[in-house]
């Protein structure tokens, strides 16, 4: 089988680059691990920056989302039983969009079928080849049998854990990570959200988040320590944990039936270059970001919008600049995002390594924040998300 753009992984980044390429008269076959269950029921993140809720829309696939999607104007920082409120929309006039991102997949993957597209569910033991010549090929087993899908690009969209990026030779990539002491125990309840907006709670016995997914499903998180035992924590430890950091005068936190727990460790990772020969990453395969400031999704989305726009550009008007720098230019807006996800995660957990000192400067950080509009304004232009290509 022969195509223009190979892609591996089906996940928001590969869909919405399939989805995107087909827009501008350009093949691709998705290579997928996985079932189609297993990847349209896969619950992670919601959070939709502005203009990536702009792209979703603009390209035909946003209908959804701006109908069941929960428009967010502002957030809440709580620090010592006190809440300080950004708000989105008169610092920056955008907001945010709570939508999961399993719908984001839903609605990919029907718009992809719908118009054709070639998406093979189940490919099992796919490995990338040949990819620092002109002849790139994708191998992999479906329905028992060995295939090959001839491409002129391969796009790595598999994740942390895929085949792409570990087939980069020894020494092209240079790693720059971080591992946090201390990881996340999130929940899903079947609970209707304590707040309209989400609630970053700083708390002396950690960090606790109030986000949701519906508005009767509530997702919520408490730092923990990095190798937590979740058989320790009973539904009733969780929720005590949780009124207890998330306390104050007038706020009661909702309780339901817990649907969903595991603990998940904060990380931060980038490799450069995120390319090599015509294999590209994007998304999971070449960056990590703690949750704090929510742009993993965003960041998958930033990395397509990039991609997109060059290969348009070199198989219409065989002008390859853009596919050299792809790169170079996908990586300013991977690292202003770290910088803001590594900020917001130092600015709000418990870190048992800090001095006196550092816990007060921590909380002046803080004080500077709520005191200045400025501060607030840059924090605001972040969180509702920097222009996809910078």
Known sequence: MRTQIGIVGAGPAGLLLSHLLHLNGIESVVLEARSREYVENRIRAGVLEYPVQQLLIESGVGARMLAEGLPHNGINLRVEGQDHRIDFKALT???VMVYSQHNVVQDLIAARLAAGGQIVFEAANVSVHEFQSDAPYILYEHDGRQQRLDCAIIAG?????GVCRDSIP???????????PFGWLGIRADAPPASEELIYSSHPRGFALLSMRSPTVSRLYLQCSPDEDIEAWSDNRIWA?????????????????????GVTQMRSLVVEPMQCGRLFLLGDAAHIVPPTGAKGLNLAAADVAVLTQALVAWLRRGDADGLNMYSEAALRRVWKAQRFSWWMTSLLHRFVSHTPFEQRVQRAELDFLFSSVAASTALAENYVGLPLVV
């Open 157 to 161: 969209c598999d994740g942390y854990h």
């Open 93 to 95: 006039g955008k907001h």
């Open 170 to 180: 020894a020494g092209v990539l240079r790693a720059f990570e971080r591992d946090y």
């Open 241 to 261: 944990e949780l009124q207890t950091r998330l306390s104050r005068e007038g706020f009661a936190l909702t309780e339901g039936p817990i649907t969903q727990k």
